[in-house]
């Protein structure tokens, strides 16, 4: 529990409480006109620090972790919220409406991650929406302090566009792609010289289901 609290709170300190990040991904749910009772997975939850984005649309919040300690504290945090670390459990509350892998996959390398996404896709309900969010590695990067910051992170398979959607266009068909640029300190200055960038693809188990209208963006 003392691990789970002090992720935590480093987290909260270093990134404003992820408050950009937060207002970023309700603004892309909400986008998805999804209705009040949905069901909605956080893949890879942690210390559930997105959950409120997920139940201030009135969304049926599940948290998903391999880290059980992690998952206590988020209970404690969170009781409105279902959180559990067994895939059976997950089978049992499927379908999903919406699944946010929210910068998990680039701790995970490529033949597990293939494992997951079959996985995911089996619990995504026919017409629902699953959403990758993951830090986008940036080859020859001229910046030292972007570099810098970049060794603080601890996942080892940070990828390129390329790279996220070639393994996850083996699974869903991507209807939305954009990159949204996240600040420490959730500063929202562009110029600001410790960031990541975060791809963000947002996509449909079928590629027959629903039109959605959206179009390619930049970086948000």
């Given at each position: 529990?003392?691990n789970?609290?002090?992720n ?6 270093l ?20 209705p ?21 649309l ?13 998952l ?21 509350k499927?379908p ?56 603080l ?15 996850i ?9 954009l ?13 600001f ?11 449909r ?13 930049g970086?948000?």
């Amino acid at each position: 529990m003392f691990n789970a609290l002090a992720n935590d709170l480093a987290q909260r300190l270093l990134t404003g409480n992820k408050h950009a990040q937060k207002v970023f991904l309700k603004r892309r749910l909400r986008a998805m006109a999804l209705p009040g009772s949905a069901a909605a997975l956080d893949f890879g939850c942690g210390t559930a620090l997105f959950a409120p984005a997920f139940t201030s649309l009135g969304l049926r919040y599940h948290g998903y972790d391999i880290d059980q300690p992690l998952l206590n504290y988020a209970a404690r945090l969170y009781r409105g919220g279902v959180f559990t670390a067994s895939k059976d459990l997950l089978r049992a509350k499927a379908p999903f409406d919406v699944i946010v892998a929210n910068c998990c996959f680039h701790h995970i390398p490529d033949a597990p991650l293939q494992e997951e996404l079959v996985f995911l896709k089996s619990l995504l309900a026919d017409a629902g929406w699953f959403i990758l969010i993951d830090i986008l590695a940036v080859p020859d990067d001229p910046s030292w302090i972007h570099r810098q910051f970049m060794k603080l992170e601890q996942g080892a398979y940070v990828r390129t566009r390329e790279a996220y959607r070639h393994n996850i266009e083996r699974h869903f068909t991507v209807r939305n792609e954009l990159v949204s640029r996240s600040t420490a300190f959730s500063l929202n200055l562009d110029w600001f010289p410790i960031y990541n960038d975060l791809l963000v693809l947002e996509c449909r188990k079928d590629p027959a289901a629903g039109g959605d209208g959206f179009a390619t963006a930049g970086v948000r």
